[in-house]
Antibody
């Protein structure tokens, strides 16, 4: 059974970038996409974008276009989400999730804190 | 972009109550609608996919219905473990493409 394991918490300065990783253990990147979702304090779930590693297709939410980059390394079975030009409003828990019929397997979440 | 609304935004209920949450899409999304349960400090959990299909391992007290623009999630008899926030989520043409949108969420708490 695939598990998604994310990198650890980050503290970043405004204006900098953060890169979060998501490794699929117990499986490969076959026949599913990886989505990235975040939840800011007191807010709901917000979809950021997804990648289909086998085909290399990408979709981004309009809100994050130009600021987020999602990639996948098939050999390492790892997806990455990089968010640039960080501001305080980007403080959130960031999740990766496998997308088959819905997002059925989730990473444990990575807390990113943006503070000067 | 497709917009999703949910109602109510929150509700208070007792163990054993029947609870229904509704979700509306701004345009026809056929049955491309999933439901999640989210508890503080945990990752979200998929409950229902494709509007009415129960995810493996999810208790049968959860059910989903609807198509087009109007959907609902029903918990037939609320369990203490069900107090959480519930989100609907639409998608198009998974898995090869498309944009995903979550609804704003419905918080179910103890009356």
């Amino acid at each position: 059974q695939v598990q998604l394991v994310q990198s650890g918490a980050e503290v970043k300065k405004p204006g900098s970038s953060v890169k979060v990783s998501c490794k699929a253990s117990g499986g490969t990147f076959s026949n599913y996409a990886i989505s990235w979702v975040r939840q800011a304090p007191g807010q709901g779930l917000e979809w950021m974008g997804k990648i289909f590693p086998v085909f290399g297709t990408l979709n981004y939410a309009q809100k994050f276009q130009g600021r987020v980059t999602i990639t996948a390394d098939k050999s390492r079975v790892t997806s990455y989400m990089e968010l640039s030009s960080l501001r305080s409003e980007d403080t959130a828990v960031y999740y990766c999730a496998r997308v088959v019929f819905g997002m059925d397997v989730w990473g444990q979440g990575t807390t990113v804190t943006v503070s000067s | 972009d497709i917009q999703m609304t949910q109602s109510p935004s929150s509700l208070s209920a007792s163990v054993g109550d029947r609870v229904t949450i509704t979700c509306q899409a701004s345009q026809d999304i056929r049955n491309y609608l999933n439901w999640y349960q989210h508890k503080p400090g945990k990752a979200p959990k998929l409950l229902i996919f494709d509007a009415s299909n129960l995810e493996t391992g999810v208790p049968s007290r959860f059910s989903g219905s609807g198509s087009g623009t109007d959907f609902s999630l029903t918990i037939s008899s609320l369990d203490p473990d069900d107090f959480a926030t519930y989100y609907c989520q639409q998608y198009d043409n998974l898995p090869a493409g498309g944009i995903i949108t979550f609804g704003p969420g419905t918080t179910v708490d103890i009356k």
